[in-house]
């Protein structure tokens, strides 16, 4: 049977999963309590649900990618499809073919949902239009990561029993990351209090325009915090000068006891993986109690369960 | 006349300044009396305070001279460490002091450059244990002044460094001054920029003029300096981050920065005392001395620099101070290094301009105390309760020639040798404590 079968009530009308930007808060709720399930049944023996058996799925990844790929696999085969793994560097992307080309070649092989992940923001949905079968955004450039959006919150519900009110302060690369902007309107749409922490290098023209408060001191912005979102900072942020060193970014921006002293004592520490433990993390504080980082993994297969659960209902091929 | 007197009870840590010209650039003030400093900082100050009213503190009478905050030199290159021949913070500092200078801010282009934490440590430690006047160094803004990678200007301000800058080059790199304004302005950093286009000024050694043309030297376009302050204003309106423009020297940068001021944007600018007081046509004979960076300007330019300071557009007037030894000066002009000392001039020439009229001497004073401190959020500058006690005693009146035997820094290269300058410091004290007296040099 299938785990969809008590959630009657909700409706989700989108052939594809493009970004947070769109969905209503109640197709976001309607997720994550699908995902609540969805978790459950990934804590049984028996994982394996027919919601998706005969279909196929292709995991389109134009970046490198571990945890969200074996995310997104686990989903699709403990919901019964075929999941093929597409690498870039064996595909003929690599010989010179564009995306498009790219997309119309898969596209003739009949799968049923293709998840992609690009470097460049707007690819995954440029895809999309070219292909009949259901498309899901797993990351393009710096644009959005919708299901890490989801699973984020769904941790958060999980530990905090709501999203709405609670003060949530995403710290570090906000320019080039497409975890913040997906958080930022999946929080906002849900009614939390979003706080961006960063130096002015990383924060992005208008960022306040996006409805948060910007923060460029990590005391002010930890401040009665109930969730601590650290990002990944890339080493090349280094190297084009935007922060100076990693020595220097860890002591204003990294998290450690002194900084997250600041937020609530029972604040959630989060991070999207994969951490650079002294650099945007205290090593201590990411395995420290009020750490779910590792929570936020189990709950990235179960959010995408229920993304492929609801996106199972118009499937084309049928 | 100046005069220290013994007093009965001698405490180190209460002194009496009387009989003075109190001049405070910052408040206006401008009246007779006295002063009382105690564990450095300024008791009290005022027309009722005079010799019998000062107990049993030491006192000195200023013999009716004028009393001002100590200068601050925001523009100071030294050669320590790396340079020493022809520099050291002690002899940097030497020569302030009979400058009446009794703060100075020092250039990180020594060998190695000032661009890391232990650095700036050690320049803090050499100048408390060796220099005479106070000293903050700059730290570099990219690391090795090579343009290429951000300095960790957070942590070189908490490690004390006062502001930032390029030394003697501009940024070319339009993206990487970007940042660098950007992050500074979260440290609250304050930048300091040499203005050059490095194209444009590329083999020039004096300003592009009929002088240049007469004399068959490159010449360096005023447009060099005056583009790259253009582009500079346009990065601070992009990211609200504090510049200032170290030297300015001709009238085109000048307009750039009054319609840059008149927009409310945070640009404030210098200017040396060289380019307020000198002009290309004092090159002469090819004498070295007077090969600069910026260049000396034409007249009209120097007139522009003048109306600059008296307006206030012109917030800053730096000894831009560059001792070089005879080594690199003694060349062809165009192969000589730039520079020219300045520290103990400074004071002297700015005077000059008083004398004809060209800027009051409050204004000329402010743009050398309170104007500096306030850019660099120092406490000095100012006669004030509380205040540090570093001051200088003006006599405005007698005349003197510059004789460079007799100046105090390490290299002579000074462009005022055989001078004729009206007016001197004949004592400076550093948190109370002289370190200068004219009437008696090698005492202090």
């Known amino acids: 049977m299938s785990i969809a079968a008590e959630a009657t009530e909700f409706s989700f009308p989108h052939r594809h ?26 804590r049984q023996v028996a994982k394996k649900r027919d919601d998706l058996r005969g279909r196929t799925l292709i995991n389109l990844f134009f970046e490198d990618s571990t945890r969200t790929q074996s995310s997104f696999e686990l989903a699709g085969k403990r919901l019964g499809a075929d999941v093929m793994n597409m690498s870039v560097r064996t595909s003929s992307v690599q010989k010179g073919e564009t995306l498009i080309d790219t997309a119309v070649t898969l596209n003739a092989m009949r799968p049923d949902i293709l998840v992609v992940r690009h470097h460049a923001a707007g690819a995954v949905e440029l895809l999309a239009q070219k292909v009949d079968c259901s498309v899901i955004n797993a990351g393009d450039g710096s644009h959005e990561h919708p299901t890490q959006a989801l699973l984020d919150a769904l941790t958060i519900r999980r530990h905090k029993g709501r999203i709405a009110g609670l003060i949530v302060a995403i710290c570090g690369d906000i320019l080039h990351s497409r975890v913040a902007r997906s958080n930022i309107l999946l929080l906002n749409t849900l009614g939390a209090r979003v706080r961006v922490i960063a130096p002015s290098t990383l924060l992005g023209a208008g960022i306040e325009r996006l409805g948060v408060e910007v923060h460029r001191s990590m005391r002010q912005g930890l401040d009665g915090a109930d969730i601590v979102m650290m990002l990944r900072l890339q080493r090349e942020r280094m190297t084009s000068s935007l922060v100076p060193s990693q020595r220097e970014y860890f002591h204003f921006f990294g998290l450690d006891y002194d900084k997250l002293a600041c937020a609530k004592p029972d604040a959630l520490i989060m991070h999207p993986g994969p951490m650079n433990r002294g650099v945007e993390i205290d090593s201590n504080v990411a395995d420290d109690a009020r750490s779910v980082i590792r929570e936020q993994v189990e709950m990235g297969v179960a959010v995408r369960m229920a993304v492929l659960q609801a996106l199972a209902r118009h499937l084309p091929n049928q | 006349m100046v005069m220290q007197s013994e007093s009965n ?313 560059d001792p070089k030894d005879a080594d690199v000066k003694r060349r062809p002009f165009a192969e000589a290094s730039d520079g020219a000392i300045g520290l103990e001039t400074l004071l002297s020439a700015a005077l000059s301009l008083h004398h004809n009229g060209g800027v009051d001497l409050a204004t000329l004073l402010k743009a050398m105390t309170a104007n500096p401190a306030r850019l660099l959020g120092l406490d000095s500058g100012r006669l004030a309760k509380g205040a540090p006690a570093d001051l200088v005693l003006i006599d405005l009146e007698t005349p003197f020639v510059v004789e460079p035997e007799h100046l105090r820094s390490r290299s002579k290269n000074t462009p005022f040798d055989q001078a004729r300058l009206q007016g001197r410091a004949l004592m400076t004290l550093v948190a109370g404590r002289p370190v200068y007296n004219y009437a008696d040099p090698r005492g202090s």
């Open chain 1, 17 to 42: 999963l493009l970004g947070i930007e769109g969905l209503s808060g109640h197709e976001i709720v309607g997720l994550l309590d699908l995902a609540e399930e969805a978790a459950s049944v990934s």
């Open chain 2, 9 to 321: 009870h001698h405490d180190p840590h209460s002194t009496a300044l009387v009989n003075a010209r109190l001049f405070d650039p910052a408040s206006g003030l401008d009246q007779k009396g006295g002063m009382l400093i105690v564990n450095g900082k300024i008791a009290t100050f005022g027309p009722e305070i005079g010799q019998g009213s000062v107990g049993e503190a030491t006192f000195i009478d200023c013999g009716g001279k004028l009393l001002a905050p100590g200068l601050i030199d925001m523009l100071v290159f030294t050669g320590e460490p790396g340079h020493e021949h022809r520099e050291t913070l002690a002899t940097a500092s030497r020569a302030a002091s009979a400058g009446g200078v009794t703060t100075i801010i020092c250039m990180p282009n020594t060998d190695p450059v000032i661009d890391d934490v232990a650095l700036v440590d050690f320049i803090l430690r050499r100048a408390r244990d060796t220099a005479q006047v106070n000293v903050h160094p700059m730290a570099a803004m990219t690391k090795g002044l090579l343009g290429e990678e951000m300095t960790e200007i957070g942590l070189l301000r908490e490690a004390g460094a006062i502001a930032f800058t390029n030394g003697k080059h501009s940024l070319a790199n339009a993206k990487m001054m970007r940042n660098v304004l950007a992050y500074a302005k979260d440290f609250g950093a304050l930048i300091i920029h040499h203005l050059e286009d490095p194209s444009l000024a590329k083999d020039g050694v004096m300003n592009e003029s009929e002088v240049s043309t007469r004399l068959g030297l490159r010449g360096i376009p005023a447009a060099a300096e005056a583009i790259m302050l253009e582009r500079d204003v346009r990065l601070v309106e992009l990211t609200g981050g504090r510049y200032h423009a170290g030297q300015i020297s001709c009238r085109a940068s000048l307009e750039i920065i009054r319609a840059a001021k008149a927009r409310g944007l945070p640009v404030t600018c210098g200017v040396s005392i060289n380019h307020l007081t000198l002009n290309q046509n004092d090159i002469g004979p090819y004498r070295t001395f007077f090969k600069l960076r910026p260049p000396l300007r034409s007249e009209e330019d120097r007139q522009a620099m003048v109306d600059g300071v008296a307006s206030g557009d012109i917030d800053v007037i730096v000894s831009a101070h």
